[in-house]
């Protein structure tokens, strides 16, 4: 099971913001708040945005060797619908919009946001839901 996740950001407030917002949506709830960063938690696991003062770029390259997204269940595709429809309020653009919610193919809805700093968020509902099919 994974324990946490940290993700370091060039701007903690716009992290904090778009984030938050995010994983509140998602069922995280406030976990840890520190100068330099702030942690959300959904049972034992945690993810942390932090502006570490070891940094040694000012930009997230999600196209580089490391991370490339987090991936995250959002129960059925009305709320999927639901929260990419919010998602540009809080900082996140829809990637891949000429073929979402199937960008991944046509056996998997989701929808793929980017935040203003680059990370990349997957948020997956089952196909296969026929009230909104």
Same mark, same amino acid.
């Given at each position: 099971? #994974?324990? %946490?996740?940290?993700?370091? $950001?060039? /701007?903690?407030? &716009?992290?904090?913001?778009?984030?938050?917002?995010?994983?509140?949506?998602?069922?995280?709830?406030?976990?840890?708040?520190?100068?330099?960063?702030?942690?959300?938690?959904?049972?034992?696991?945690?993810?942390?945005?932090?502006?570490?003062?070891?940094?040694?770029?000012?930009?997230?390259?999600?196209?580089?060797?490391? #991370?490339? %997204?987090?991936?995250?269940? $959002?129960? /059925?595709?009305? &709320?999927?619908d639901e929260v990419v429809l919010q998602a540009p309020a809080h900082g996140w653009r829809l990637l891949f919009a000429d073929r979402?919610?199937?960008?991944?193919?046509?056996?998997?809805?989701?929808?793929?946001?980017?935040?203003?700093?680059?990370?990349?968020?997957?948020?997956?509902?089952?196909?296969?839901?026929?009230?909104?099919?």
């Amino acid at each position: 099971m #994974l324990h %946490h996740v940290e993700l370091w $950001v060039p /701007d903690l407030e &716009r992290a904090v913001a778009s984030w938050g917002w995010l994983l509140t949506e998602l069922g995280y709830e406030p976990f840890q708040d520190w100068p330099a960063g702030r942690s959300w938690r959904h049972g034992p696991t945690y993810i942390v945005v932090e502006r570490s003062p070891a940094l040694s770029a000012d930009a997230h390259d999600r196209m580089r060797p490391g #991370l490339n %997204h987090l991936a995250f269940h $959002v129960g /059925d595709r009305a &709320r999927l619908d639901e929260v990419v429809l919010q998602a540009p309020a809080h900082g996140w653009r829809l990637l891949f919009a000429d073929r979402h919610p199937f960008a991944g193919g046509p056996e998997h809805c989701a929808g793929y946001l980017e935040d203003r700093d680059g990370f990349e968020v997957e948020l997956v509902a089952p196909a296969a839901d026929p009230a909104v099919a």
